[in-house]
């Protein structure tokens, strides 16, 4: 159903804020990748999705932790 998937409508009236609310995204992302380490249970491990009326996933049992941070990627 990914096609039918437009979270920000389109045509003249879509959304305004999409290419910021994508530069957010982007930020909020890179900041969390950039900050945290992840781990999944096992190189196996296969995410279950779900297509029903909306996109379902499975549970995604993540080890997450806080990265050490070197002195030169501290910003002042
Ligand atoms: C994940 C974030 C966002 C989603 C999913 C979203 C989604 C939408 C949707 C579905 C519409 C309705 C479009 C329609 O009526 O067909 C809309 C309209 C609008 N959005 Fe967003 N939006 C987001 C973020 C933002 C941001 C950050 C801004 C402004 C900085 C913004 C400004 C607007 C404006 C001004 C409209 C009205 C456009 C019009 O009626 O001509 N949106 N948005």
Redesign the pocket.
């Known amino acids: 159903m990914e096609p039918y998937f437009i979270?920000?409508?389109t045509?003249?009236?879509?959304?305004?804020?999409?290419n910021?609310?994508y530069l957010?995204q982007m930020v909020v992302l890179a900041t969390i990748v950039h900050r945290y380490e992840f781990a999944l249970p096992s190189p196996e491990f296969q995410l279950i999705r779900q297509e029903d009326f909306d996109l379902l996933v499975g549970e995604l049992p993540l080890k997450i932790w806080r990265r050490e941070l070197s002195v030169d990627t501290v910003q002042p």
């Open positions: 979270p920000f409508s045509g003249a009236r879509g959304c305004l804020g999409r910021i609310s957010e």
